[in-house]
């Protein structure tokens, strides 16, 4: 019931780069003008792949238990985080806010 195989694709727009699911398949959509100057712009979110992984699995679960809507929304909740004496508003999914591999940033 979880992300169990992957596959690759181009955006046919202008979109930047992207990770999403089709059923139990993670997405990683590559944007149309990296692609064709043929730039590599994953490199920089490697480190972040398992908890890319974690966080659309967590969709497709929600979305198998309760809906597409309710699980797309997952990623509208906004947290508050506190790093160093400084806080910030990031919504649940900014993996650079994140402390584990769930791909969920908890306060």
Do not use: W
């Amino acid at each position: 019931m979880t992300i169990n195989d992957f596959a690759f694709a181009c955006s046919a727009d202008n979109s930047p780069s992207y990770f999403t699911y089709e059923k139990e398949t993670m997405m990683i959509i590559v944007s149309k003008e990296n692609e064709t100057a043929n730039k590599n712009d994953f490199k920089k979110i490697e480190p972040f792949m398992e908890s890319l992984i974690s966080h659309e699995s967590i969709h497709v679960v929600i979305k198998n238990l309760e809906s597409g809507d309710i699980s797309n929304s997952l990623d509208d909740i906004e947290v508050i985080v506190t790093i160093k004496d400084r806080k910030f508003q990031v919504t649940v999914n900014n993996m650079l806010f994140a402390n584990d591999s769930s791909g969920l940033v908890i306060p």
